[in-house]
């Protein structure tokens, strides 16, 4: 069968081309056939086996067989992916107090594996999908709760913002072939005017407060000057009795005693008495 000599002659060998030639093309063929029988799904995808246009199943990750010219594997992702809309390009808002508004968000999403045949069959890629239904869901979900709090509170209660909007994303995409894994807010932005309004709002508190805190310094102060007057008058009244109560000008002269040094004056007035020296008593 793969005996490709014709002939021999004494001028050399013959071979059968067409032979050689046929069983190439054969080959060639097989090799082709092969090729197109078998591939490859990654992990974390998910194959969307398609027969003459019809979908008949899906293929895990791994190596995969089909019918060459007659199957075809589509593969679609089932790994986590995020619709953003950044600082740069976010949504536009209005808060319940007809603030203007600007909200940057993430939103992390994957395809469930078992409706993954589902969404081919309705939007044929995951890009479609995302484009048709999951953008359109954030934006209008996100604008929605927004519009439900006030200014001060899409600030002042971020975290319920953001998990009333997960809430709600979940309950809109729970039909949508996909699983809602997170939502989160990760900026507002106000116009500048009220960006200056709430400037001016904090610094009038924050004097309001600097000065408050300087009053109950003075009266602290005020309050240590009285207690001060107060024992020095009583320090004084006491003073007062004891001198009273041991004899006044004897317990003067007595305490003057106590701190004399026992030095005399080197010159006398005349006329003058020696101190601490009564000649009357």
């Known amino acids: 069968m793969f005996n490709y ?4 002659t004494e001028y050399g060998t013959e071979y059968n081309i067409s032979k050689i030639v046929a069983h190439c093309l054969v080959i060639f063929v097989l090799g082709i056939l092969a090729l197109n029988a078998f591939g490859t799904i990654d992990a974390g995808d998910r194959g ?6 019809n979908v008949v199943g899906t ?3 791994g190596l995969y067989f089909k019918i060459p010219f007659i199957e075809t594997v589509t593969s679609i992702t089932v790994r986590t992916q995020s619709v953003v809309y950044e600082r740069e390009n976010p ?3 209005a808060s319940a107090d007809l603030q203007d508004v600007q909200i940057a968000s993430v939103t992390n999403y994957h395809v469930n594996p078992l409706l993954v045949t589902d969404l081919y069959k309705q939007y044929k890629t ?12 954030v934006r209008d979900t996100v604008k929605a709760i927004a519009s439900q709090f006030t200014a001060s ?3 002042t209660k971020r975290a319920d913002f953001a998990e ?3 809430l709600k ?13 997170q939502s989160n807010i990760t900026d507002i932005q106000f116009s500048p005017s009220f960006t200056q309004a709430i400037e001016a709002k904090v610094t009038a508190v924050q004097n309001a407060e600097a000065a408050k805190n300087k009053l109950e310094q003075v009266k602290f102060e005020a309050q240590q000057q009285i207690e001060t007057a107060k024992a020095t008058a009583e320090s004084q009244r006491i003073q007062a009795q004891a001198l009273a109560a041991q004899g006044g000008a004897d317990y003067v002269q007595l305490k003057a005693i106590e701190k004399w040094d026992g030095k005399l004056p080197t010159q006398f007035v005349p006329g003058s008495a020696l101190p601490f020296v009564n000649l009357n008593k």
């Open 91 to 93: 949504l536009s808002s």
């Open 48 to 53: 969307v086996k398609i027969r003459l246009g």
């Open 59 to 61: 293929t895990e990750p």
């Open 5 to 8: 000599i014709k002939s021999k």
């Open 164 to 166: 009333k909007v997960a």
């Open 126 to 137: 995951l890009e479609n999908h995302e484009e048709s239904v999951i953008r359109p869901a």
């Open 153 to 155: 509170d899409l600030v």
């Open 169 to 181: 994303l979940n309950e809109r995409l729970g039909d949508a072939y996909i699983i809602v894994e």
